[in-house]
């Protein structure tokens, strides 16, 4: 899938892209029936929310799971990526992240690329998140909310809040999200959530400034989030378990389009659980070359 000169000015500008219904019902339904038995694993890599036993984030399901390994490969969500960054890509982090009805909690304002310096060592922001919702969108049921532009600021000072909620963030003052949105256009497009049906997609810079509600709907919010990075630009530490952030620095190699609904072959070492190489964490630097 191959971005147009005006999608890439506007993700200059903006820091983000917002594509309603790119995958059909049918993609959708392949990769939601996969969900509950992922979910129902009481394994280390399903972070639960901090005051119920729903699950906020699982991670590294392309691992796990065929329908969500051929969703790790596929064009129309590694190609968009690949033409902005310029270079080969590889899988830093893969979620699921569930904002479940009545359950889910906030994600506070930061910037991902701001988690992957501090804990990780990523040299630089040529990296980012895209995203497909597993469920409809909507403005009751915790959309992620972006700050236009504000990934122009670069690397913001965050704090890391390990209280707030059962995953920790690196997260962004209150007064500085202020000026941010004031700068972006106050309440006239300062902050933006976009919304729409399951099967909408989304691409966001590293940078880009973004948090989520709660969600007090009746509705579920499921989206899964592929964290893409270039080869060169790879992690310098392992300071946190290859579950949360992969060390297979290899090029991702796309599946053809109609991948999620024909059943090619991939790959899923951790199907019968998790290695023991995979909890194994490190304080120290990586030498390269």
């Known amino acids: 899938m191959k971005l147009s000169p005006e999608q890439h000015s506007q993700f200059d500008r903006e820091g983000y892209l917002f594509f309603p219904g790119l995958f059909t019902g049918a993609e959708i339904a392949k990769l939601t029936a996969a969900v509950p038995e992922l979910y129902s694993r009481r394994e280390i890599y399903n972070v639960r929310e901090k005051d119920s036993d729903a699950v906020r984030t699982n991670f590294a399901a392309h691992l796990v799971s065929a329908p969500f390994a051929r969703l790790a490969r596929h064009p129309r969500m ?15 982090q893969f979620k699921i992240n569930g904002k479940m009805a009545f359950a889910g909690d906030v994600w506070q304002w930061h910037q991902d690329y701001g988690t992957w310096l501090n804990d990780d060592r990523m040299p630089t922001h040529r990296a980012m998140n895209i995203a497909v919702f597993l469920d409809d969108v909507n403005e009751f049921n915790g959309p992620l909310m972006f700050i236009p532009g504000s990934h122009k600021k670069g690397v913001i000072e965050a704090g890391h809040d390990l209280m707030t909620t059962s995953y920790p963030l690196w997260t962004i003052s209150n007064g500085l999200i202020a000026q941010l949105v004031e700068r972006a256009g ?9 919304t729409g049906p399951a099967g909408s997609m989304l691409m966001f810079h590293s940078c880009l400034v973004h948090a989520s509600t709660s969600n007090l709907s009746p509705w579920n919010r499921v989206a899964v989030y592929l964290s893409l990075c270039a080869v060169s630009n790879h992690i310098r530490r392992f300071k946190r378990p290859e579950y949360i952030a992969h060390r297979d620095f290899t090029p991702i190699q796309c599946l053809p389009d109609d991948c999620l609904v024909r059943d090619y072959p991939v790959d899923l070492p951790w199907k019968d659980g998790l290695p023991a190489s995979a ?4 304080l120290e630097e990586l030498e390269t070359a």
């Not at 590694?78 to 830093?92: D, F």
């Open 78 to 92: 590694i190609e968009p990526v690949q033409s902005v960054i310029g270079e080969e890509l590889y899988m830093h």
């Open 186 to 194: 106050g309440r006239s497009g300062g902050i933006v959530a976009p």
């Open 279 to 282: 909890l194994v964490t490190s």
